[in-house]
């Protein structure tokens, strides 16, 4: 049976990702695509799909309460996954977090509410992260967040990931309404916004600038590949229990030195390119997940994270997708760059 899906936040890194993966994969789906088209939304991540069958963009904001009721009304369940999602941004201004990742959050809640008793209850995802968990001491490797791990949100952005994710569980607590979370690792893969510390040091090394490390590099990520993350959202979209929130990890956990060093191998360049630059304020030290209940509910496990070929396959992506990533970088991109880590 054919179904129709509301992706919010679809013309960013994993947002034009899930909606390739769907127009590629799943010929029973049909995607509306909303999304601002903030300074990490890009249209080019989207090349291709101007003309597909399946697939309709459509500019707009989560927070204007009527144009997500008029496009939730079209659709029989909505992935939500528009957001502010820099951590170093939302340490210069947390106001746009607040705004749209809460604020948005709850509009769309409030309109799919509103629809229901028109429509009957259509399900809303909401992709959040693990960073609503907080840190994990890197001394006690057998600590993993599992998702009734108390919520500690570190920053700014956390903060507001987590508050959404309250909105959620009281939207299903108050008013019974079909809606679940994924709390996913960090992501890599091609689209990703050269901000983010994969494509930043990719390119950097291209242009012959060096990376900036921060601190002592120690601090810890678990790493999943986003075609990986896609998949796990369709399985929980389509099977996890109604109110309930599935951690999503890829079992890759590295030090950023340790990716550092690697991706500078890579890239035939020596430790000489790295600028061991100030600590991000209250970075958190590790992140690691617990994956086991996606794996023993559903069925999910990641089959393209697996280090080094993942990490050889993106690096080559950004090689061989230059001036995408040039237009990226000499737009807005340089302010914000040069604010960050200085000229
Ligand atoms: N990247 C990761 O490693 C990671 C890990 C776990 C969870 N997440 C979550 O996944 C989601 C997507 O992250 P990403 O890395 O693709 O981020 P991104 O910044 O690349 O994309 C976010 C998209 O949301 C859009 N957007 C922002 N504000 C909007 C608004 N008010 N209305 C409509 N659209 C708006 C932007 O234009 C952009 O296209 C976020 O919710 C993030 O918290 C990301």
Redesign the pocket.
């Given at each position: 049976m054919s179904t129709t899906w509301l992706l919010?936040?679809?013309?960013?890194?994993?947002?034009a990702n899930f909606a390739r993966f769907i127009c590629e994969t799943r010929p029973d789906v049909t995607l509306i695509n909303?999304?601002?088209?903030?300074?990490?939304?890009?249209l080019e991540n989207l090349a291709g799909l101007e003309n597909h069958p399946r697939h309709e963009f459509i500019k707009?904001?989560?927070?204007d309460a009527q144009l997500m009721r008029e496009l939730i009304d079209r659709c029989d369940a909505v992935v939500h996954?528009?957001?502010?999602?820099?951590v170093d941004r939302s340490i210069m201004d947390s106001k746009?977090f607040i705004?749209?990742?809460i604020g948005?959050t709850q509009t769309i809640l409030d309109e799919a509410r509103k629809l229901s008793s028109t429509t009957g209850s259509k399900r809303v995802l909401l992709?959040?992260?693990?960073?609503v968990y907080g840190a994990l001491p890197l001394d006690r490797p057998d600590l993993l967040f599992r998702e009734d791990t108390p919520l500690a949100p570190n920053s700014p952005?956390a903060a507001s990931?987590a508050s959404a994710d309250m909105l959620v569980r009281a939207a299903h607590h108050t008013f019974g309404m079909d809606v679940v979370t994924t709390?996913?690792?960090?992501?890599?893969g091609p689209y990703?916004?050269p901000e983010?510390v994969i494509p930043l040091f990719v390119t950097n090394l291209i242009e012959g600038r060096k990376v900036p490390l921060y601190g002592d590099g120690l601090n810890v990520r678990d790493w999943l590949h986003v075609i990986d993350?896609c998949e796990a959202i369709v399985r929980v979209l389509e099977g996890g229990t109604p109110g309930d929130v599935y951690n999503i990890g890829g079992n890759n956990e590295r030090s950023n030195l340790e990716l550092t060093k690697s991706i500078l191998d890579l890239m035939g360049r020596g430790d000489d390119m790295i600028q061991h630059v100030a600590d991000r304020p209250g970075h958190d030290r590790r992140y690691a997940i617990d994956a086991s209940k996606i794996k023993a509910e559903l069925g999910w496990e990641p089959t393209r994270s697996a280090w080094p070929d993942a990490l050889v396959e993106t690096v080559a992506w950004y090689r061989e997708n230059e001036g995408w990533w040039r237009r990226v970088k000499s737009g807005e991109y340089r302010a914000f760059y040069a604010r960050q880590y200085g000229a």
């Open positions: 919010t936040g679809g013309a960013g890194f994993i947002g909303v999304d601002a088209l903030t300074y990490s939304g890009n707009g904001d989560v927070r996954m528009a957001a502010e999602s820099h746009p705004d749209t990742n948005g992709v959040s992260t693990d960073e952005y990931k709390r996913c690792s960090n992501n890599f990703q916004f983010k993350h």
